[in-house]
């Protein structure tokens, strides 16, 4: 059977909430974007392996319809970010298959970008589309408070590896929820009561680096019940920030006894 042709997207957007977006996300990353333009939502989304997924959530006015879906490159997000935004506010775009194209007029009149770029390069995991809203359930608490649990948590890691000689691929921080308190801890990886999960020390602590709020807010979401992915939540003025973890798997956990991790408590 001959190959179907791929479709192509012709649509407008806020050129100027785009520039804006991708300002925000190139000043915390150098990783491609993937963009996604939904009715009055435009999402950026960053990967950084397959388990932690940072998107940025701006509003858009007017909408997008269809949705479109496409990535820009480390090249083209840098050009964006040394040069202007557009002057009309409508940017005009076209998505055919990995080429995309976005016209806009600035100060200096009528422009053009083009580039090309494969959606299938993003190491996106099956749940991308769970990870990418906030939860409702999420907790406010102190960003310091939360910060200051989670490198504790790493500091005593660090000192599981080398007193008990082990593997770092076997450490990890537990995260779980006891009540209306958030326990963070540092542990072995084994199995664990209902409701805690294990996750990757080094994708926490870089997490961590892309929240600025004095407050922000953190949930954990069952994917089913052995896998869970806890969420760090940014609300800036104009803008949500959304960590999104994935758990680790079970294929390398000892059963190990609890022990006491660190607290933060609800504010």
């Not at 506010?89 to 976005?102: E, F, N, P």
């Not at 083009?114 to 959606?119: D, L």
Request: net charge neutral; aromatic share 6%.
């Amino acid at each position: 059977m001959p190959r179907q042709a791929p479709a192509t997207a012709q649509f407008s957007l806020d050129g100027q909430t785009l520039w804006k977006g991708v300002r925000h996300v190139s000043a915390c990353t150098d990783e491609p974007i993937l963009s996604i333009a939904h009715g009055h939502n435009l999402t950026l989304v960053v990967f950084r392996e397959a388990r932690l997924v940072i998107s940025w959530h701006f509003s858009l006015s007017p909408g997008v319809e269809p949705s479109a879906v496409f990535g820009i490159p480390p090249m083209i997000a840098s050009h964006m970010c040394k040069s202007a935004p557009p002057v009309s506010r409508l940017a005009r775009m076209t998505v055919h298959g990995s080429d995309v194209s976005l016209s806009a007029d600035d100060a200096d009149g009528s422009f053009e970008l083009r580039w090309r770029f494969e959606i299938a390069q993003f190491p996106a995991p099956p749940e991308l589309y769970r990870l990418l809203p906030a939860p409702p359930a999420a907790i406010a608490l102190h960003h310091l408070e939360v910060a200051d649990a989670i490198l504790g948590a790493a500091a005593r890691l660090m000192a599981l590896e080398v007193e008990r000689q082990l593997h770092r691929s076997k450490l990890a921080v537990l995260v779980g929820m006891h009540g209306d308190r958030l326990v963070i801890d540092g542990r072995e990886v084994g199995k664990e009561p209902p409701g805690f999960y294990h996750f990757d020390p080094r994708l926490v602590t870089r997490a961590l680096e892309f929240l600025s709020s004095d407050q922000i807010e953190v949930g954990l979401t069952p994917l089913d019940p052995q896998r869970a992915f806890l969420s760090l939540v940014d609300r800036q003025q104009d803008h949500t920030l959304h960590c999104a973890l994935l758990s680790l798997g079970l294929d390398t956990q000892r059963l190990i006894a609890p022990g006491r991790g660190m607290v933060a408590r609800r504010t």
